[in-house]
Every structure is written in C-alpha cells, then in structure tokens.
C-alpha cells in the first residue's frame, strides 16, 4: 500500500510538472488545429472541426467538461455567454479534454446527457489525447480562446474577475472582450488568469 501511494504521488508530481510546462498561444495566434475532426457527444456522432464553427464574425472556443466546480459554479455564466456569442453570429465550441476522465464522468454518454441537461446550442466536443488543449496551451476549465472573423486571437483567460463566486464578479471579462472584437477595438485585457480545475491529460 505504501508503494502504491508512493507511486500516486510522483504520478501526481510529474503530471502539475508538466502542466506548468504547458505554454499558452498568444494574442493575435491564428486559430490552431483548425481543420481537426472533433466528435460532437450527440445521438449521430457527428464529426465537427474549428474551421466549420468558425463564423465570419469570429469563434469562441471554451475548454469545459462535465464536473469540474468551477465548471458547476459557472454553468449560468456559460449559457449566457453561449447566447450572447451566438446573438453576435459568433461561432462557439466546448471542448472536453480530461482525457484521463474518459472512462468515467467524461465519457461520450456522461457528455452528451451533460450537454442535454445543460441545453446547449454549440457542439460539445471530444478532444481526444488532449491534442487540442495542447496545441491552444490550454490548462484549465472552464478556459476560453476568442477569435475575431480573421481567426486572429483576440482573448484568452477567464470568462470573469471572480469565478469562485460568478454571482459576485463585477467585471465580465469575455462579454468585454466580444463587444470590443464585434466594433473593431482591441479587448483590454486581452489576457487574464483562467481559475479552475486542471485539464486531466494521460
């Protein structure tokens, strides 16, 4: 027992190692992995990518899951914002890279009853191997990425200044962000801290 505990540590120690190595693309990047097919957790198993989400005004990419507090405590904020991005013509996707949860509370059918309980509008994603979440340097969920028609980004970070109490944020980060992109401003911030739980990589 003392071995397996042992083992569960440094399995626990190299895992924050690398997630802290893990780097972030910058403002102004193009959109990465555009063209890769996603499975959206529907009753077909549809296959979606970045590239057919994207709208002329811009995508919203949202690093999510299924049980995350973080992600339960901004479940209001995400269908506000998903409505609001999709009222500006916004192309949006949450994407589901715990990777490690796969078998369990982020399996395909956890996913699917998930985004039906929660309504959504947008496809709810599979990244499998976590290849997405690598390639945007994507660390926690809820994250965001927005991007404006050109596919530049143009925000990352939190969606609020307070998500341990989104009841009680009084700057709303990513709502900011879209109505400056949607009249040609430079959102500011364009970056900010995401707080929440770390995207479970193998």
Avoid: H, W
Avoid at 6 to 11: E, R
Avoid at 57 to 81: D, H, W
Avoid at 137 to 147: D, H, I, K, Y
């Amino acid at each position: 027992m003392k071995n397996l505990l042992i083992a569960a540590a440094v399995c626990a120690s190299i895992a924050a190692s690398a997630q802290n190595n893990i780097k972030s693309i910058e403002i102004g990047a193009e959109i990465p992995t555009e063209t890769q097919g996603l499975v959206v957790v529907n009753d077909k198993k549809s296959v979606t990518s970045l590239r057919n989400t994207k709208t002329s005004q811009g995508l919203l990419v949202m690093f999510s899951c299924n049980t995350c507090p973080y992600v339960v405590k901004s479940e209001a904020r995400t269908k506000e914002i998903m409505e609001y991005a999709l009222s500006k013509g916004i192309g949006m996707i949450i994407i589901n890279s715990n990777e490690a949860k796969r078998g369990d509370e982020d399996s395909d059918k956890a996913m699917a009853k998930y985004a039906k309980q929660m309504g959504y509008k947008v496809p709810y994603v599979i990244d499998e191997k976590s290849a997405v979440a690598d390639a945007f340097g994507a660390t926690r969920t809820p994250e965001v990425f927005l991007f404006d028609g050109n596919g530049k980004l143009m925000y990352k970070g939190a969606m609020e200044d307070n998500p341990t109490s989104p009841s009680d944020s009084k700057e709303l980060y990513l709502k900011a962000a879209i109505d400056k992109m949607m009249v040609g401003q430079v959102p500011d911030p364009a970056s900010t801290k995401s707080i929440g739980c770390t995207i479970k990589r193998m």
